[in-house]
């Protein structure tokens, strides 16, 4: 019983290393569901344990990660794994064809047992996820799998409807075998981080061999799948944004003691200030504008801070966002369009707007130069504004009196940085110089984004 309260631990331990909030409490609940349901069922055990230690359906994808390694499926390989890629092939399209992930989870461990290993010692080295679906390439068995389903009578080529239905049915059965492939492929990933977690240790593997949720991603290496998972959280995260700033709104509006009234009124009870008198202030919601970089690896970020200011606009009384590379465009309206559809608002800006001028690569020094000469009435006193870049040049005039100029127009400026803090001023990076003249803080995550956004957003 030792080893499996360890087991839970070690669970609630790297969950709470990639930010899943887990107490004593939770844990505890934990303990008493493995006791209830027992360890015969992993699939129920995994339930169970989902249930009492998660918040919401954004933490499962990491949490399955990490029960594969606190409780795996099994020890060690297959005994006698097929290092013929070809056979495997042609198990797996069969395996596909059925969807019988039990085949799936054992054809996952025979490839990475058979493909997967790597370096010239089997007993002293790894195993590679990558390397196994390189050498196995699932995806390339979606025609032979069509054709299988289709000849079992499961697909839609034999109907008689019309031309345009045939051609939706062919797409959704496409988009099924996808689906199979890609849960093939997550299953040789759970099955390499098992085989290495052997060797390594799993409490090592479960902190830095997981994948983690998506605010905690960093802008500047996701993938595309990574910033589509982002952009559908938009949504929830500003839900809560807005009622964090609501509440800071709230506290603002009751105001702050007015020691010299609270004293006055204090005579008539012999000098103690049984009423305190608050200095009542009516909060005004703040203007907002946004100046993002839309161009290379930051244009992530951009975009996901853009969805993100655009699903909280009820929080301020006017918002106009602007994106450049190199020349500078207003695109508020084209944001507004955009939240119907919030994969495809890169696209359709960098389609729609003017953002470059003869080249293509980034210059702040111009671009805020346009905005304070064409925009500059945007600007007043009760505007805050956020620059959003990695302040890095390409060796142009980093145009410091428009930052100046901004600074002195605006309530307050802040520029938030995708870079982590120890490359600014590397390179081309013209980071510290604009950080002398306006409040730079480093933003590499989403969860960097809200938390910095609920504290520097005036009330």
């Known amino acids: ?30 303990a008493r569901a493995v006791e209830a349901l027992g360890l015969a069922d992993r699939e129920l055990l995994r339930e169970g344990l989902a249930a009492t230690l998660l918040h919401g359906p954004g933490q499962r994808a990491l949490f399955d990660a990490v029960f594969d ?16 890629r070809e056979t495997l092939r042609d198990r797996l399209a069969d395996a596909l064809a059925a969807d019988d992930r039990a085949l799936m989870a054992q054809l996952a461990a025979e490839a990475v047992e058979g493909l997967g290993g790597y370096g010239s010692s089997p007993g002293s080295d790894g195993f590679s996820a990558y390397q196994t679906l390189d050498r196995l390439r699932p995806q390339t068995l979606l025609a032979r799998i069509r054709a299988d389903i289709r000849g079992r009578g499961g697909g839609s080529g034999s109907g ?57 991603v960093d802008f500047l290496f996701a993938n595309r799948d990574q910033l589509a998972e982002l952009r559908r959280a938009v949504q929830p995260l500003a839900r809560k944004l807005a009622t964090r700033l609501a509440a800071r709104r709230r506290r603002a509006a009751r105001g702050t003691i007015d020691l010299r009234r609270t004293l006055r009124s204090s005579l008539s009870t012999g000098g103690v200030p049984m ?40 929080q301020f009384s006017k918002v106009r966002v602007f994106a450049f590379v190199n020349r500078l465009d207003e695109v508020t309206g084209l944001l507004g369009h955009g939240r119907a559809d919030p994969d495809g608002l890169g696209a359709r800006i960098r389609a729609e707007a003017t953002l470059t001028g003869w080249h293509g690569s980034s210059d702040y020094g111009m671009a805020l130069g346009e905005f304070t000469e064409r925009y500059g009435g945007a600007v007043g006193p009760r505007t805050t504004v956020f620059v959003l870049g990695d302040a890095r040049t390409n060796m142009s005039d980093p145009n410091l009196p428009a930052v100046r100029e901004l600074a002195r127009r605006a309530r307050r400026v802040y520029w938030l940085n995708p870079e982590p803090r120890d490359r600014w001023g590397t390179g081309d990076s013209a980071a510290p110089a604009y950080a002398g003249l306006v409040e730079m ?11 910095l956004i609920a504290a520097l957003l005036p009330v």
């Open 1 to 30: 019983m030792t080893a499996v309260a360890d087991r839970i631990t070690g669970l609630a331990a790297a969950l709470r290393a990639h930010g899943v909030r887990i107490g004593t409490g939770e844990t505890v609940d934990a």
């Open 69 to 84: 390694l606190y409780f795996p499926r099994g020890v060690g390989g297959p005994q006698d794994a097929p290092r013929d």
């Open 441 to 451: 803080h480093e933003c590499r995550t989403a969860r960097q984004l809200s938390g």
């Open 160 to 216: 008689s409807g019309s031309g345009s239905g045939e051609g939706f049915a062919d797409r959704l059965l496409d988009d099924e075998i996808r689906r199979r492939i890609e849960e093939f492929r997550r299953m040789v990933g759970a099955e390499a981080r098992r085989r290495v977690a052997e060797r390594r240790g799993r409490d090592e593997i479960a902190r830095r061999g997981v994948r983690p949720t998506a605010d905690r």
């Open 275 to 314: 009423r305190p008198v608050l200095r009542r202030r009516r909060p005004v919601r703040p203007e907002l504008v946004l100046l993002c970089d839309v161009s290379g690896s930051v244009s992530g970020f951009s975009d996901f801070t853009m969805l993100l200011v655009q699903a909280l606009h009820d």
